[in-house]
């Protein structure tokens, strides 16, 4: 059984900056994409960044392209999302994600396993 948990959210000003954290247990995942989805109030679950099983590729949505980045340390297992000059739009509930898939894909359905979700609140 594969349990996801992510810490390192928080309440931050417009312009700061945290890092998130989900770290796996259960079984090793430095075979599979590891991947951060967001949701707001409201608003779907939308895919924010992904990455590759040897770290070599990753993927971000436009939105936060430039501030935020993606990395993982397969013998933590364990994936991290560095966010930066963050906006009160960034505020959502962040979910990590892990899937089996070799390509780093952004569909929500394509992922087996995820975490309970990190509340991230930025204010302007």
């Known amino acids: 059984q594969v349990q996801l948990v992510e810490s390192g959210g928080g309440l931050v000003q417009a312009g700061g900056s945290l890092r998130l954290s989900c770290a796996a247990s259960?079984?090793?995942?430095?075979?599979?994409?590891r991947a951060w989805f967001r949701q707001a109030p409201g608003k779907e679950r939308e895919f924010v960044a992904g990455?590759?099983?040897?770290?070599?590729?990753?993927r971000y949505a436009d939105p936060v392209k430039g501030r935020f980045t993606i990395s993982r340390d397969n013998a933590k297992n364990t994936v991290y999302l560095q966010m930066n000059s963050l906006k009160p739009e960034d505020t959502a509930v962040y979910y990590c994600?892990?899937?089996?898939?070799?390509?780093?894909?952004?569909?929500?359905?394509?992922?087996?396993?995820w975490g309970q979700g990190a509340q991230v609140t930025v204010s302007s």
């Open positions: 259960g079984r090793t995942l430095s075979d599979a994409v």
């Open positions: 994600a892990a899937s089996g898939l070799r390509m780093v894909v952004t569909t929500v359905g394509l992922f087996a396993y």
């Open positions: 990455i590759s099983a040897n770290g070599g590729s990753t």
